[in-house]
Nanobody, 126 residues
Framework: QVQPVESGGGSVQAGGSLRLSCAAP????????MAWFRHTPGKAREGVAV???????TYADSVKGRFTISKDNAKNTVYLQMNSLKPEDTAKYYC????????????????????WGQGTQVTVSS
């Protein structure tokens, strides 16, 4: 298996929290860039957060101050802690990994990232 595997999605009321996990396989070389994206039917995929090999993070404006991306290198797992959730955060969330320049990953909506998980649904009710 080469795709990351997401977990942790679910349904929550507005103002609540969820933590998503992304377990990545042991690739031949460690990806320098791991990111979370989300997609709602009828809309373009949106970059949410990215973390590079040095631990530097970047967030979409829409989630700054509410979401936190982190990683556990020993477990080869990336997390997305989502607090103060809003109904507009409702989407299917995807984890992706690759060897690209992380600075442009969110803007480019993940083009260039070769490995994508199957996604996990997050539903926020008002």
């Amino acid at each position: 298996q080469v795709q990351p595997v997401e977990s942790g999605g679910g349904s929550v009321q507005a103002g609540g929290s969820l933590r998503l996990s992304c377990a990545a396989p042991r690739y031949t070389s460690t990806p320098n860039c791991m990111a979370w994206f989300r997609h709602t039917p009828g809309k373009a995929r949106e970059g949410v957060a990215v973390i590079d090999s040095a631990g530097s993070t970047t967030y979409a404006d829409s989630v700054k101050g509410r979401f936190t991306i982190s990683k556990d290198n020993a477990k080869n797992t990336v997390y997305l802690q989502m607090n103060s959730l809003k109904p507009e955060d409702t989407a299917k969330y995807y984890c992706a990994a690759g060897w690209v320049g992380c600075a442009s990953v969110l803007r480019d909506r993940g083009s260039g990232l070769p490995y994508w998980g199957q996604g996990t649904q997050v539903t926020v009710s008002s």
